[in-house]
């Protein structure tokens, strides 16, 4: 189990918390990069003569998640569950 423990130092996907999984988040700079929101696509039209663009609708697409981790004890059955 991991022995650094923090509020920015793990993450939890679903039931099963990172430390569980032997796993610590760690950063590739000197910030975290958090994508809260999905890509999203606006539904626009311009009309031929009209003035400007209507909107009626935002269609939102799959989430990805980027999550860099350092491991020192990451078993078979530990990269399973995170599969």
Same mark, same amino acid.
């Given at each position: 189990? +991991? /022995? ?5 130092? *793990?993450? =939890?996907? *679903?039931? &099963?918390? +990172? %430390?569980?999984?032997?796993?610590? =988040? /760690? +950063?590739?700079? $000197?910030?975290?990069? #958090? ?6 696509? #606006?539904?626009?039209?311009? /009309? ?6 209507? %909107?009626?609708?935002? #269609? %939102?697409? +799959? ?9 020192? #004890?990451? =078993?078979? &059955? $530990?990269? @399973?569950?995170? @599969?």
């Amino acid at each position: 189990m +991991s /022995v650094y423990q923090g509020d920015f130092l *793990g993450f =939890r996907l *679903g039931n &099963e918390h +990172s %430390y569980g999984l032997n796993i610590t =988040r /760690v +950063s590739t700079s $000197d910030r975290y990069q #958090d994508n809260l929101l999905p890509t999203f696509t #606006d539904a626009t039209v311009q /009309v031929p003569g009209g003035d400007g663009t209507y %909107y009626w609708d935002t #269609d %939102y697409t +799959s989430k990805i998640f980027n999550i860099d981790f350092a491991f020192d #004890d990451l =078993r078979d &059955e $530990d990269l @399973r569950k995170l @599969r």
